[in-house]
C-alpha cells in the first residue's frame, strides 16, 4: 500500500503504522535505541548503507524485500550471541520527505555482522529516496 490517505491519519504512510504507534515503546522502556542518517547504495535486490555509530566505527545496514524480519548488528546493538536480554521483536520508524510516519514491527531472527533489514515498504521507499534516517528500538 503506497500512502494510507485517510482524512484524520495523513500523519501515518498506513494504518499499520498508525496501529504500531499506540504500541511502540518509549526509549526509556528499550533496550535498543538507535538512531542513524543513511545514505543509501541501490543495488538489484537490497540497498545498503554505511552508519556510524557513536564511537565513530563503520557498520553497514541492508535492507531487502521479503520475509519480514530483522537481524541486528551485534556491536551496534551491544548484543552477545547468547544474549537472554535480546529483544524478540523490534520497531523500525522513520519518517518520509512527505513528513508521513512509517514503523514497522519485526521479529529479530538473531544476530549478523551487518544490520539486515527484511520489510516490502522500506526497501521500496528507500530504493525511491522517500527517508533518510531510521530510529531502532527493542
Known amino acids: 500500500m503506497l500512502g494510507f490517505k485517510k482524512e484524520n491519519s495523513r500523519l501515518f504512510y498506513d494504518e499499520e503504522s498508525e496501529m504500531l504507534s499506540r504500541e511502540i515503546p518509549g526509549s526509556n522502556l528499550s533496550k535498543i535505541?538507535?538512531?542513524?542518517?543513511?545514505?543509501?547504495?541501490?543495488?538489484?535486490?537490497?540497498?545498503?548503507?554505511?552508519?556510524?555509530d557513536r564511537d565513530g566505527f563503520?557498520?553497514?545496514?541492508?535492507?531487502?524485500?521479503?520475509?519480514?524480519?530483522?537481524?541486528l548488528q551485534k556491536d551496534l546493538c551491544h548484543l552477545k550471541e547468547n544474549d537472554e536480554g535480546m529483544p524478540s521483536h523490534a520497531y523500525v520508524k522513520t519518517t518520509l520527505k512527505d513528513s508521513q510516519i512509517l514503523i514497522r514491527k519485526l521479529p529479530v531472527m538473531g544476530i549478523s555482522d551487518w544490520l539486515l533489514i527484511f520489510e516490502d515498504d522500506l526497501f521500496v521507499l528507500a530504493v525511491k529516496e522517500l527517508y533518510d534516517e531510521i530510529e531502532l528500538l527493542g
Request: without cysteine; positive net charge.
Open 33 to 52: 535505541k538507535l538512531t542513524f542518517s543513511l545514505d543509501f547504495d541501490i543495488g538489484q535486490s537490497y540497498v545498503t548503507s554505511k552508519i556510524v
Open 58 to 71: 563503520t557498520r553497514k545496514l541492508n535492507i531487502q524485500a521479503g520475509q519480514r524480519g530483522i537481524k
